[in-house]
T-cell receptor, first 114, second 114 residues
Framework: KAGVTQTPRYLIKTRGQQVTLSCSPI?????VSWYQQTPGQGLQFLFE???????NKGNFPGRFSGRQFSNSRSEMNVSTLELGDSALYLC?????????????FGPGTRLTVT | AQKVTQAQTEISVVEKEDVTLDCVYE???????LFWYKQPPSGELVFLIR??????QNEISGRYSWNFQKSTSSFNFTITASQVVDSAVYFC???????????FGSGTRLQVQP
């Protein structure tokens, strides 16, 4: 099976702009989660989607949003970018069966805000 | 609230040495899952192991072994006969309360010198 794919891999944006990141989960996985990784805050959970519904949300401002499509692909959007949004954004997918399963991560999108 | 503590920020060993990475977790839920992930320099998080709160059996997989002790809320990871390819940042993570959202520790950077 192909792994989790994320596009784009690298992105440079200017403060105040908005950005959309894309994630395609492993085939058959219907749960997609997003995480932000920064040197200062480490890995932090952003949100989780399952069957096009947001199931959980982390402690992030409303500028961070996401959605999931019927084919389980997911996008996250950050509006009004701030310098502090510079980070590696990781997407993960997991199988919905058998309780809380392990999450498989994509290579990430490295966002730089200038 | 849940929390994962990895007190060792960085460990440096010489190839073939054994090394143990510590992980201490906090949760009020009786059902929870613990995970270890490896993040090599490429940045992608690689799943290593998943353990639920009802299974305290230790596990061995090749040179890797995990020691889960509920009495001390610890889930430690040992690499036997370390190799240069083991150099990476290792994260311990927790999910509880039926949620898939992972709470990560701050990670331990392992450097294996030849």
């Amino acid at each position: 099976k192909a792994g989790v794919t994320q596009t784009p891999r690298y992105l440079i944006k200017t403060r105040g702009q908005q950005v959309t990141l894309s994630c395609s989960p492993i085939s058959g996985h219907r749960s997609v989660s997003w995480y932000q990784q920064t040197p200062g805050q480490g890995l932090q959970f952003l949100f989780e989607y399952f069957s096009e519904t947001q199931r959980n949300k982390g402690n992030f401002p409303g500028r961070f949003s996401g959605r999931q499509f019927s084919n389980s692909r997911s996008e996250m959007n950050v509006s009004t970018l701030e310098l502090g949004d510079s980070a590696l954004y990781l997407c993960a997918s997991s199988s919905p069966s058998g309780g809380v399963r392990e999450q498989y991560f994509g290579p990430g999108t490295r966002l730089t805000v200038t | 609230a849940q929390k994962v503590t990895q007190a060792q920020t960085e460990i440096s060993v010489v190839e073939k040495e054994d090394v143990t990475l510590d992980c201490v977790y906090e949760t009020r839920d009786t059902t929870y899952y613990l995970f270890w992930y490896k993040q090599p320099p490429s940045g992608e998080l690689v799943f290593l192991i998943r353990r639920n709160s009802f299974d305290e059996q230790n596990e061995i997989s090749g040179r890797y072994s995990w020691n889960f002790q509920k009495s001390t809320s610890s889930f430690n990871f040992t690499i036997t006969a370390s190799q240069v390819v083991d150099s990476a940042v290792y994260f311990c993570a927790l999910s509880s309360g039926g949620r898939r959202a992972l709470t990560f520790g701050s990670g331990t950077r392992l450097q294996v010198q030849p």
